[in-house]
Each structure stands twice: as C-alpha cells, then as structure tokens.
C-alpha cells in the first residue's frame, strides 16, 4: 500500500513546521522550498490542517503558520488520516460486502490496516522531529522524510 502524495507531503510540511515549533511564526513559501514542494500544492494542504485545528494561519506582512499545539500532542494518524482517510489497503474492510465474512484475505487486509494505525497513533511530530535530528546535521537546510 502507498500513501498518497497528500500525506507524505502535508507530513513533510508537518514536520517542518515541528521544527520550528516555538518560533513566532513561519513563511509557507520557506516550507514550500526546505521540502520541495511546489507552494500552490502547499497551499492546498494547509487548509485541512488548519480547519482540524492542527496548524494557525497567521495573515498579514509577516504572516504564516505554526502548530496549533505541541509537537508532542500530535499523533502522526490525526494528520495521515485528515488527508488520507481511513488507513485501509482495500475498500472491504470499511464497506463489507456479501462475501466479508467468508473472505480469510480480508482478514489479513484488515490486520495491515491495525499495523499501520498503530505506529501512526504511537508517533507524535516530536518523535519524527528526534527522528529527522539524528539523520541531518543541525546546520543542513535540509528536512526531508
């Protein structure tokens, strides 16, 4: 199963703004271009995170975003499944059909689906931002995951 590319991205974008958790605020475009994302797709992603409350929109000449709350209050499953959905590898599992309950693959799908919500619910932002520590140097303008 892959993520989509809204999910690895709004987690990149996630992480960044971790990073900079305590900081007044900071310039999406700065995001946009530490993560290599193009700015109106960052753009596009910000508004779901904003509208859960997980990121602040600041507006104005010194404008941009920040955590709403701690970077240990965010669990990496609030924001997969905001911009993915349910974490399921096939649509069976969260709309059964007459076969669901004779299916033994559906079975495995479904622990696949566990395995995967359970480390997302068991990784907040500051366990990625300790993560991302150990693998680039403090002085790197590099924050990919």
Wanted: a neutral charge; one cysteine or more.
């Amino acid at each position: 199963m892959k993520l989509s590319t809204r999910a690895r991205y709004g987690t990149r974008a996630m992480l960044d703004l971790a990073q900079h958790y305590g900081d007044e605020v900071v310039p999406i475009k700065d995001i946009a271009r530490r993560q290599q994302i193009s700015l109106p797709y960052l753009e596009h992603l910000v508004g779901p995170l904003v509208d859960a409350h997980l990121v602040q929109s600041v507006r104005g000449s010194r404008g941009g975003l920040k955590l709403a709350k701690s970077p240990d209050n965010i669990r990496l499953n609030e924001v997969v499944c905001l911009l993915e959905g349910p974490i399921e590898p096939v649509d069976c599992i969260q709309s059964p059909d007459n076969r669901s309950q004779f299916c033994a693959t559906r079975d495995i799908w479904g622990d696949m689906g566990r395995a995967m919500t359970s480390v997302l619910e068991k990784t907040t932002l500051a366990d990625l931002v300790s993560r991302q520590q150990a693998k680039v140097s403090p002085d790197s303008d590099m924050y990919y995951i």
